[in-house]
């Protein structure tokens, strides 16, 4: 994990993290042996409710994960968080993957798999049960995760689009 200072001109320059999710190579054969290239998953966020995804492709390992943070970085997306956890359940969904991930009582923890935890981190939350179904493809979970966070609705937006006070 590296801080990234965000180049957009904020008064307080809050750090972005990284995290590489994974690393992927692929090989192409020609007449004097393999060739490889490679592709970089990768999730940033400022721990506090912004959170991107990026995949870089390149030759080389280094020049994939830089092309990738760039990528997150322009992706960055506001969450909507209720303190720690999630403001209620919601189901994510790309591609052949699922996501469900439910609100938690304060101590529990983040309870992911490595691709959506890192999601879930670098959004900022710290309580959240999760449950991945269909593929288990690291690029399909990441983007599911990405979903599911995009939903989110805060109380007032719901009272607001209902039209009525909700009881609580």
């Known amino acids: 994990m590296t801080g990234i200072e965000p180049t957009n001109g904020d008064a307080e320059a809050q750090t972005i993290d990284d995290v590489v999710v994974k690393i992927y190579r692929c090989a192409t054969v020609v007449k004097g042996g393999r060739r490889f290239s490679f592709g ?12 991107g995804v990026g995949y870089g492709k390149a030759k080389e390992v280094p ?26 359940r919601v189901v994510g969904q790309y591609g052949a993957s699922r996501v469900v991930m439910v609100p938690a009582s304060p101590g529990t923890g983040v309870i992911a798999g490595a691709s959506v935890r890192a999601v879930l981190e670098l959004a900022g939350l710290h309580d959240v049960l999760t449950k991945s179904f269909g ?22 937006e719901v009272e607001r689009l209902r039209g009525v006070k909700l009881a609580g």
Not at 40 to 51: A, E, F, I, K, T
Not at 73 to 88: E, V
């Open 40 to 51: 970089s998953l990768v999730v940033v966020g400022d721990r506090n409710g912004q959170v």
């Open 63 to 88: 020049t994939s994960v830089e092309k990738a943070k760039k990528i997150a970085m322009q992706d960055l997306r506001p969450i909507k968080l209720l303190g720690r956890t999630l403001p209620h």
């Open 135 to 156: 593929s288990n493809s690291p690029k399909n979970l990441v983007r599911a995760t990405m979903n599911g966070l995009s939903q989110l609705m805060t109380r007032e």
